[in-house]
């Protein structure tokens, strides 16, 4: 996926200002971190490969986090490029600083390991582009960039602890599911420790399934798009004998973990927090 970037063909914004097109060799490699200038950078496609993510999980960790001030913007720079089907996508690029604070937050069952091996690659260029008599030396962090550095590593040890036990989590809801990979609404509520009715006003109200026309539930399409539900159909036998085609949404192992995230930050009320 890194070297689709090096078809990139806009950027956009006042973060860090690169050539895409005349550094694709950097990007082509394996390389995890790369120097635009005498910026270190790392793309969010790299970071998603290393995470073992996927990279619109990826981007939707950078958006979140460039929404709630977390990140700041002149430390990230979006890169339009097209990918292997010729349709124009988007990534990020992030600096030294923008990548230390983000990784905690990126996730994934590689997490811990993934961390340390970005840390790494960016001291190992760094002390590359030290020592090399065809660069000057990078400017050495600010006291503010080292005490952040310094609360994250901090702070690493309780989020890492985190992200695992969600992925404990994820990997039983994953067996919670179905062979088909899906469970029903009401089946998905029972394993969160949710009111069917209250999963399901959540689920309305946060524009996943709509009513049409006051017909059965259905998904919104880009929900199904981003693999947390899907519509199974099956045929019903009526009272009268007769039999018809039925379609009921179903969640998705990846959306129970979804909903599981929402559950556990305190968004959707449990059967507990219903009885105070």
């Known amino acids: 996926m890194v070297e689709q970037a090096c078809r990139a063909v806009s950027r956009h914004g006042h973060g860090i200002r690169l050539d895409m097109l005349a550094n694709c060799s950097e990007l082509a490699g394996d390389a995890l971190v790369s120097v635009r200038g005498d910026i270190l950078i790392v793309s969010t496609l790299a970071v998603a490969r290393v995470f073992d993510r996927n990279h619109r999980d990826v981007l939707r960790t950078i958006d979140g986090l ?26 990020f690029e992030l600096d030294e600083r923008a990548a230390w604070i983000a990784a905690p937050f990126i996730g ?20 590359q582009r030290d ?17 952040t550095m310094i609360e994250l590593a901090k702070s690493n040890a309780q989020l890492a602890s985190a992200v695992q036990a969600q992925a404990q989590k994820a990997e039983a809801f994953d067996q919670f599911a179905a062979a088909d990979g899906s469970m029903s609404m009401t089946q998905a509520a029972k394993s969160l420790g949710i009111a069917p009715h209250t999963l399901i006003d959540w689920l309305q109200r946060n524009a996943w399934i709509y009513r049409p ?6 998904a919104y ?26 379609s009921n ?28």
């Not at 002149?74 to 890169?79: I, P, Q, S, Y």
């Not at 994934?108 to 002390?127: I, K, N, T, W, Y």
């Not at 026309?213 to 259905?218: I, T």
């Open 108 to 127: 994934g069952r590689e997490s811990r390991a993934a961390q340390v091996r970005l840390v790494d690659a960016f001291l190992a260029l760094r002390g």
């Open 249 to 276: 949404v179903h969640v998705t192992a990846r959306g129970l973990t979804v909903l599981a995230a929402h559950v556990a930050a305190g968004a959707i009320p449990t059967r507990q927090g219903l009885g105070r």
């Open 66 to 91: 460039l929404a709630d001030g977390t990140l700041n913007a002149r430390n990230v720079a979006r890169v339009d490029y097209v990918d292997a089907k010729g349709e124009k996508r988007r990534m």
């Open 221 to 246: 399409e880009i929900k199904i798009m981003d693999g947390l539900l899907v519509h199974c159909t099956y045929m019903a036998e009526l009272r009268d004998g007769s039999r018809r085609l039925v």
């Open 213 to 218: 026309n006051g017909k059965r539930l259905a």
């Open 131 to 147: 020592e090399s008599p065809q660069h000057a030396a990078l400017p050495s962090p600010s006291p503010e960039l080292m005490q």
